[in-house]
C-alpha cells in the first residue's frame, strides 16, 4: 500500500486554466504538507496542515488555495495556471510538525502550456 | 531565519570510493538537520536525521552524517559507493518553532562510476 498517494501524477493544461492536485497519506498522520520542485530541483515549502488546521502558509500567490476535508487529504487547488506554476508538486505527511520524518509522495508533475 | 548551503551541486566518484556530500547549516535557534535522497522521478526519501541527540547519525543505505555545532556542518558520508546510490541528494534545517517547515539546500547530484 502506498504511503502517501498523490493525484494525478501527470498534468497537462492550458494558461489560465483551473486544476487540482489530491493528497492521500494512510500513514494515520496529523500533519501534511505541499512542496514545489522548481526546474533547477529547488524545494521549497508552500503549506502546512495540522489536524486540519493551516500551520504555515508560506509567500504563495493567492490562486493556490489548500483544503484540508479530513486528517488523511491534503488538496491543492490553482486558479488561473501561469507558465511559472509549471513544476513538481509533492505532497508529504508526518507524525507531527516538529522534528518527525516527513514521507513524501511521488510527486505530481505540471506542465502549463 | 534558517538556510542550507550544499557546495557542489555535482559529485561524482567511482564505485567504491568515499562518498561525502557537504552540507552547511545556519540557524538561530539549536536546528534540526535531514538528509533526504531522491532517486529520478520519485520523492523524497528519509536517509538520516539529527535531532539533539547523537552527534554522529547512522541512516540506512549504509549513510551517516556528523553534525559539528562548530562548523555549522552535517556533511552526510558513505564508506563505499554503490552503483545504485547515484541520485539527487538534499540536505534540509528546521527546528522546534518551525512547524515542521524544512528548508532545503539546492541538491548535491551524486554520479557513481562503474
Known amino acids: 500500500d502506498t504511503a502517501v498517494s498523490q493525484t494525478p501524477k501527470y498534468l497537462v493544461t492550458q494558461m489560465g486554466n483551473d486544476k487540482s492536485i489530491k493528497c492521500e497519506q494512510n500513514?494515520?498522520?496529523?500533519?501534511m504538507y505541499w512542496y514545489k520542485q522548481d526546474s533547477k530541483k529547488f524545494l521549497k515549502i508552500m503549506f502546512s496542515?495540522?489536524?486540519?488546521?493551516?500551520?504555515i502558509n508560506e509567500t504563495v500567490p493567492n490562486r493556490f488555495s489548500p483544503k484540508s476535508p479530513d486528517k488523511a487529504h491534503l488538496n491543492l487547488h490553482i486558479n488561473s495556471l501561469e507558465l511559472g506554476d509549471s513544476a513538481v508538486y509533492f505532497c508529504?505527511?508526518?507524525?507531527?510538525?516538529?522534528?518527525?520524518?516527513?514521507?513524501f509522495g511521488p510527486g505530481t508533475r505540471l506542465l502549463v502550456l | 531565519a534558517q538556510s542550507v548551503t550544499q557546495l557542489g551541486s555535482h559529485v561524482s566518484v567511482s564505485e567504491g570510493a568515499l562518498v561525502l556530500l557537504r552540507c552547511n547549516y545556519s540557524?538561530?535557534?539549536?536546528?534540526?538537520l535531514f538528509w533526504y535522497v531522491q532517486y529520478p522521478n520519485q520523492g523524497l526519501q528519509l536517509l538520516l536525521k539529527?535531532?539533539?541527540?547523537?552527534?554522529l547519525v547512522k541512516g540506512i543505505n549504509g549513510f551517516e552524517a556528523e553534525f559539528k555545532k562548530s562548523e555549522t556542518s552535517f556533511h552526510l558520508t558513505k564508506p563505499s559507493a554503490h552503483m545504485s546510490d547515484a541520485a539527487e541528494y538534499f540536505c534540509?534545517?528546521?527546528?522546534?518553532?518551525?512547524?515542521?517547515?524544512?528548508?532545503f539546500g539546492q541538491g548535491t547530484e551524486l554520479s557513481v562510476k562503474p
Open positions: 508529504a505527511s508526518s507524525q507531527g510538525p516538529g522534528s518527525e520524518t516527513q514521507y
Open positions: 500513514l494515520g498522520h496529523d500533519t
Open positions: 496542515y495540522n489536524n486540519k488546521e493551516l500551520i
Open positions: 540557524s538561530s535557534v539549536p536546528p534540526y
Open positions: 539529527y535531532t539533539s541527540a547523537a552527534t
Open positions: 534540509a534545517v528546521s527546528s522546534y518553532n518551525q512547524g515542521g517547515k524544512l528548508i
